[in-house]
Each structure stands twice: as structure tokens, then as C-alpha cells.
């Protein structure tokens, strides 16, 4: 059974950077067809995908956010982590990091991550706020 657990910081300053990272166990993050999200629910708000790396290595961004994110893994440590630059209060949210079984081809996958009921598994979640 695949589990996922997200970590980071709880409480990050305006303008700083967050780095959150998602440990992966029970799959590999190499499995072909398999993308790894991150996703944030900022409160009182709907689920807003954040981005994505496939199995390949490659990575997708949200347009809004693409300026500031980046997500990387760590094959040996299966790990997925997502850092956010010069952070502002409407980064408040939850972050989750969560796997969906997909094809896509690179202009159709940024859309196709975005269907949250197709994510077969999740983590808890981490709360990341931002404040000074």
C-alpha cells in the first residue's frame, strides 16, 4: 500500500522560500505512468494544483505559479520536494502531496493533473503558513 507524508515548516516569514518535501513508501516514484503532485487548499478554498513530476523526471507547472515553484525528487530517497519562493500570505494553505495514474502528452498534462478524483493516494497533509 502506497504512503505518502508530507513535511515542512509550519510557520514561514513573507518573501522567504518553503521548502516542503514528500516522503513516498509502498511505490516507487519511478513507476512508469505515474505523475506525483502537489496540491494546496488554502482555507475557505478550493484545491489548487500546484505541480507535478512524472515518472520520466519531468516536471509541470500551475502557470500562476510556475515563476516561483519548483519540485524535484530524490530517486534514492524516493522523495518528492517542492520549494515555493518569496512566499505571501496567500500561500497559506495546506499542501499535499498525492499520485495519479496518468498519460499525457507535455501540452495536455498540466490540465489532466488537475483532476483531483483521480488521485489514488494522498498524504495528510501539511499546514504551511505565512506570517510575520
Known amino acids: 500500500q502506497v504512503q505518502l507524508v508530507e513535511s515542512g515548516p509550519d510557520l514561514v516569514n513573507p518573501s522567504h522560500t518553503v521548502s516542503l518535501a514528500c516522503s513516498v513508501s509502498?511505490?516507487?516514484?519511478?513507476?512508469?505512468?505515474?505523475?506525483w503532485s502537489w496540491i494546496r487548499q488554502p482555507p475557505g478554498k478550493e484545491l489548487e494544483w500546484v505541480g507535478g513530476v512524472g515518472s520520466s523526471g519531468k516536471t509541470y507547472y500551475s502557470p500562476s505559479l510556475k515563476s516561483r515553484a519548483s519540485i524535484s525528487r530524490d530517486i534514492a530517497r524516493n522523495q518528492i520536494t517542492l520549494r515555493l519562493a518569496s512566499v505571501t500570505t496567500e500561500d497559506t494553505a495546506v499542501y499535499y502531496c498525492a499520485r495519479i495514474k496518468r498519460t499525457c502528452l507535455d501540452s495536455d498534462c498540466p490540465e489532466l493533473l488537475q483532476t483531483f478524483d483521480d488521485y489514488d493516494a494522498w498524504g495528510q497533509g501539511t499546514q504551511v503558513t505565512v506570517s510575520s
Open positions: 509502498g511505490a516507487s516514484i519511478t513507476t512508469k505512468n505515474y505523475f
